[in-house]
């Protein structure tokens, strides 16, 4: 099963997210839970870095695992464009675990 945990702070922002293991709904290659849980995440992080010109902190590991943390010295208006991709990443998520929840689960 892939986990993704989202962390927020205090006013509710994304700080961080973290995701792991493998959706196991079908063989290597095949697997369009993790095809799309890998495109969802991988795209909202590239986009942060393309077009906003912000570079997280990311650690990557074997399992899937995947850890994005938002830099917190980001002008305000910056902050606001982050949590903008990272909170239609959530929704996208949302929308996999809805139909797949026996191969993906989120918390928050």
Do not use: W
Not at 17 to 27: D, E, Q, V
């Amino acid at each position: 099963m892939i986990k993704v945990t989202i962390k927020r702070n205090d006013q509710q922002a994304i700080d961080s997210f973290t995701i792991t293991g493998h959706a196991n709904f079908a063989k290597k290659g095949s697997d369009i839970v993790c095809a799309g849980v890998s495109a969802v995440s991988f795209g909202a992080v590239n986009s942060i870095i393309s077009l906003l010109s912000v570079t997280p902190q990311i650690e990557q590991g074997a399992d899937g695992f995947l850890r994005c943390t938002v830099p917190r010295d980001l002008e305000e208006s910056t902050k606001e464009k982050v949590q903008l991709l990272l909170e239609s990443m959530v929704v996208s998520l949302e929308t996999i675990e809805r139909d797949y929840g026996n191969y993906i689960t989120i918390s928050k």
